[in-house]
T-cell receptor, first 115, second 114 residues
Framework: AQSVTQLGSHVSVSEGALVLLRCNYS??????LFWYVQYPNQGLQLLLK??????LVKGINGFEAEFKKSETSFHLTKPSAHMSDAAEYFC?????????????FGKGTKLSVIP | KAGVTQTPRYLIKTRGQQVTLSCSPI?????VSWYQQTPGQGLQFLFE???????NKGNFPGRFSGRQFSNSRSEMNVSTLELGDSALYLC?????????????FGQGTRLTVV
């Protein structure tokens, strides 16, 4: 069974500082990995995804993530935080060999940006 | 291109009642999945439908059911509502049978059981 662990349910950074949100996964087969963002009372919006190929993935709003198979990690980073980045972030995994479309999510990390 | 549409956005129901939530996927998407989001449990998979067939079901009691119509629209039903069913219910659609693509989420239906 797959699982996703996000370290830190709350992360606070100063505006302009580096954002680092951690995600580790467990999967018995090559995974597809996703980061989603959720603003209050909204659905989930895709930031970026890793399926195959280049392990450093760039997404929207200046975010990027690196797939590290040896560490089973897919951490999300952004060089300089903006106030508009304050939201909740979810890491998710799906088995590449799955016979149905089912995302397994981490518990989420709420990002606060301090002016 | 229209996104995933969920109706209604907000619902208040009484314990013991039943409720039906609706989801219209993006045109051309045949996979529709449902998730329950609560502060305590986070995002949990309910079920997934593809071409009117339920392909997978999460660990939820039989009070939670769903269906998909020939136009890919989906509904989920919760019978005999309990206070613990209060949650944000999210619907997601994805292109035909592709695991390497992202799911597109609706804005959700906020269900409050009193």
């Amino acid at each position: 069974a797959q699982s996703v662990t996000q370290l830190g349910s709350h992360v606070s950074v100063s505006e302009g500082a580096l954002v680092l949100l951690r995600c580790n996964y467990s999967s018995s087969v090559p995974p597809y990995l996703f980061w989603y963002v959720q603003y209050p009372n909204q659905g989930l919006q895709l930031l970026l995804k890793y399926t195959t190929g280049a392990t450093l993935v760039k997404g929207i709003n200046g975010f990027e993530a690196e797939f590290k198979k040896s560490e089973t990690s897919f951490h999300l980073t952004k060089p300089s935080a903006h106030m508009s980045d304050a939201a909740e972030y979810f890491c998710a995994v799906i088995d590449s060999g799955a016979g149905s479309y089912q995302l397994t999510f981490g518990k989420g990390t709420k990002l606060s940006v301090i002016p | 291109k229209a996104g995933v549409t969920q109706t209604p956005r907000y619902l208040i129901k009484t314990r013991g009642q039943q409720v039906t939530l609706s989801c219209s996927p993006i045109s051309g998407h045949r996979s529709v999945s449902w998730y329950q989001q609560t502060p305590g449990q986070g995002l949990q998979f309910l079920f997934e439908y593809f071409s009117e067939t339920q392909r997978n079901k999460g660990n939820f009691p039989g009070r939670f059911s769903g269906r998909q119509f020939s136009n890919s629209r989906s509904e989920m039903n919760v019978s005999t509502l309990e206070l613990g069913d209060s949650a944000l219910y999210l619907c997601a659609s994805s292109p035909p049978d592709r695991a390497d693509t992202e799911a597109f989420f609706g804005q959700g239906t906020r269900l409050t059981v009193v």
